[in-house]
């Protein structure tokens, strides 16, 4: 059973930084794209970041670009997301998705797993 479980999230005041990390079990991802979205009260989901296979490949929400780095280590089969200057619009849950292939996208079909969240909140 292929599972993703997201973590690192919690309250920080605005400017401040998070890590999120994303642990896959059940499956190995190392050649496959995955990606975080995030999505706020009342608003739909959106895309924040995707990373190729092999991390070489990169793409960001203009809203965090800048601020906001992805990355992967696939030998620990893990995602994370370095989150820094956080503003309080950042709030949200954020989820961990990955695909059944190499290539990256910014929208949730490119994506067949989904974690289940974590909640990053963002004082003013």
């Known amino acids: 059973q292929v599972q993703l479980v997201e973590s690192g999230g919690g309250l920080v005041q605005a400017g401040g930084s998070l890590r999120l990390s994303c642990a896959a079990s059940?499956?190995?991802?190392?050649?496959?794209?995955m990606g975080w979205f995030r999505q706020a009260p009342g608003k739909e989901r959106e895309f924040v970041a995707t990373?190729?296979?092999?991390?070489?490949?990169?793409g960001y929400a203009d809203s965090v670009k800048g601020r906001f780095a992805i990355s992967r280590d696939n030998a620990k089969n893990m995602l994370y997301l370095q989150m820094n200057s956080l503003k309080p619009e950042d709030t949200a849950i954020y989820y961990c998705a990955a695909s059944n292939h190499g290539l990256t996208s910014r929208t949730p079909p490119g994506y067949d797993y989904w974690g289940q969240g974590t909640q990053v909140t963002v004082s003013s």
């Open positions: 059940g499956r190995t991802f190392s050649r496959n794209a």
């Open positions: 990373i190729s296979w092999s991390g070489g490949s990169t």
